[in-house]
């Protein structure tokens, strides 16, 4: 009996100690699960859960996560007006904003803008933080600059992006002792290879469909 007492009591001071990780777990959760589905809902789930991460890791001492999830919540806002209401090229009116490859003129612009985020961070998080991991935590951020917008574009490759990013904060949440989060992370990235693929198969559907319509037009 007392030994069930206290797997009870030990199981209560678990979920206590961990209640803001299990709740924002279950959202990533939904979150991603949108973005599968490429379905505009994820950026309101978005603006969600970056509001709950920031105190989540500013207590465990992630101060560049923290100050992401500022931008998060941001640019959450950003691609749900831009899926709502922006266009690409050959895009028809009224028509839902397709899913393409990130043109190749963009790739070094996107690099140098990493670079850049990297070090500023980076520089950021030794001189005014107690930051054990700055490397890394500067790594994964600075990437999530360039993963986050090439969502709110639609660009294929964003998932290329966050397996990268998933692999390496996974690690990192492990590292401070935040479970369930770091196995969210570990989840994202098989997530993230099976998205791929389907956005992949969705790109091939739009690019027939818009063929077949233009076919039609000509005729």
Known sequence: MKERVDGVLSMTSFITNHWLDILTTIIG???IALEYKASIWLWAVGIVMPALDIYLYWTHGLYADAGMSVYYMLAAIYGLLIWKFGRKRYQKANEEMPITHMPARLYLPSLLFFAVAWLVIYYILITFTDSNIPVLDSFTNALSFVGLWTLARKYIEQWLFWIVVDVISSGLYVYKEIPFK???YALYVVIAVMGYYQ?????????HALSASSSNDII
């Open 29 to 31: 959760l939904v979150y």
């Open 199 to 207: 956005w992949k198969s969705m790109m091939k559907k739009t690019s």
């Open 182 to 184: 770091a196995g969210l």
